[in-house]
């Protein structure tokens, strides 16, 4: 008996490569990830990888763009009908439970801030982290000096969860300082 493959659109491809290779390039960064590795975890041809994005480094910044919009969209969720020090809250919230639940992703963040040296890629991450400081500031309200050491506790977050740090005491510790200054 002959079986049926389920023909995907173009954007259900596009999207299901997006989550190869976020895979991929939170693991090995740009320049160590391997598109075949990709195509392979996608469960297409390599050349199709470069017939909808182009190059590596497009697709990387696909990535980037897609990870930071990600949270974004996490971010509005969670402040949902809230202001203030309330949507703060909800918006740490929610990003620590990201935090604990996808290391994956956080990896993938953490090799964007490092492949900044490229200004195209450089260009993408500032203007989603941008975003992302701009969203908060408009709904929390707080002042500049809040602002920052909200972000600055959600940076230590990534770094610790990144390296797994929170399996150690300190890193409980530390985990522990950033959800109170939330």
């Not at 969203?135 to 770094?159: D, H, I, Q, T, W």
């Not at 399996?167 to 985990?175: F, V, Y």
């Amino acid at each position: 008996m002959a079986t049926t493959t389920e023909r995907k659109s173009k954007e259900e491809r596009r999207e299901e490569i997006l989550d190869a290779a976020l895979a991929e390039f939170a693991r090995k960064g740009l320049h160590g990830a391997s598109t075949e590795e990709i195509a392979r975890l996608a469960g297409i041809s390599q050349p199709y990888i470069f017939r909808l994005f182009g190059t590596k480094k497009e697709l990387y910044i696909a990535g980037v763009a897609r990870c930071f919009r990600q949270t974004l969209e996490l971010m509005q969720r969670a402040a949902e009908g809230k202001r203030g020090d309330e949507a703060l809250r909800a918006i740490g919230g929610a990003y620590g439970t990201l935090l604990e639940s996808d290391r994956l992703y956080l990896r993938a963040q953490m090799q964007a801030y490092a492949a900044c040296e490229d200004p195209e890629i450089c260009a993408v991450v500032r203007n989603g982290y941008g975003d992302l400081v701009s969203y908060v500031e408009r709904v929390s309200g707080v002042e500049p000096k809040e602002l920052a050491a909200f972000f600055s506790a959600g940076m230590l977050m990534n770094v610790l969860s990144s390296m797994d740090a929170p399996a150690e005491d300190w890193g409980q510790r530390l985990i522990e300082g950033c959800k109170k200054s939330e």
